[in-house]
């Protein structure tokens, strides 16, 4: 299968990888804005059988360039079977409060790169009459709080577009999963005290809608 994963680099997206990768029978491509560290994903997912990975570097803060790169990765992969949205930021509330410029930037991240991404890969599985799509959204979108509400709006529009995607395709060969994870230890959490943690997200579970 062609499988292709945005926020490549993200610990979630690679582990999703590396599970693929030990099958021996798929090629990737890794998607993200470090080409270094798209590079040791590759070497990685390699020696664990995949059949090729091809790497491409795209920053999801500019939406042109989300637009051409993913038209690009449609138009040479010819047939995507695969596609797993796991990029992300977990946005600092207290200075999206007060700079609007890192606001927009932290939902342009989070929430209107996926919504395009979404609909450009869905419309190539419409073409081609299947396909998958997995995004990463959080718990953290399913209500307001008051230390993340940046980053939690941002996954409300996900989960919420992800849902009316799936809507759209019910009774045919096309498959959305909208993956609602609670905390999970990554580098994107790191930073974070325990207190803060359970503060900002409400439910400890991970909850898997749809496929
Ligand atoms: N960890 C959790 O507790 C948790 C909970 C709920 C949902 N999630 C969601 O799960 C997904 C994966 O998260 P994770 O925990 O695996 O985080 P992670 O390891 O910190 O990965 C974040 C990913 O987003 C990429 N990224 C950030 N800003 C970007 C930009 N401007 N352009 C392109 N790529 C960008 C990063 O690229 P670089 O490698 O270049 O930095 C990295 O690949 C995210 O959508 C996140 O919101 C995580």
Do not use: W
């Amino acid at each position: 299968m062609h499988i292709v994963l945005y926020g490549a680099t993200s610990a979630i997206a690679h582990e999703i990888a590396k599970s693929y990768a030990k099958e021996k029978c798929h090629s990737f491509i890794l998607v993200g804005r470090n080409e270094q560290r798209l590079q040791s994903c590759k070497l990685e997912l390699i020696a664990l059988g995949a059949v090729t990975v091809t790497t491409v570097t795209m920053d999801v803060t500019n939406s042109d360039s989300i637009l051409n790169t993913t038209k690009n990765i449609i138009e040479t992969s010819k047939s995507i079977d695969i596609a797993i949205l796991a990029h992300g930021s977990l946005s600092n509330q207290d200075l999206a409060s007060i700079d609007m410029n890192y606001l927009q930037s932290e939902f342009t991240i989070n929430a209107v790169s996926f919504l395009l991404i979404s609909q450009l890969i869905v419309n190539h599985f419409t073409l081609i009459g299947k396909g998958i799509l997995i995004g990463l959204s959080s718990v953290a979108g399913e209500r307001g709080r008051k230390g993340n509400y940046a980053y939690g709006s941002a996954k409300s529009a996900v989960t919420t577009f992800l849902s009316g995607l799936r809507h759209r395709n019910t009774n045919k060969d096309i498959h959305i999963m909208t993956i609602k994870p609670g905390f999970v230890s990554t580098p994107m959490t790191a930073h974070l005290p325990q207190s803060q943690i359970s503060d900002s997200i409400p439910y400890p579970s991970i909850i898997s809608v749809g496929v």
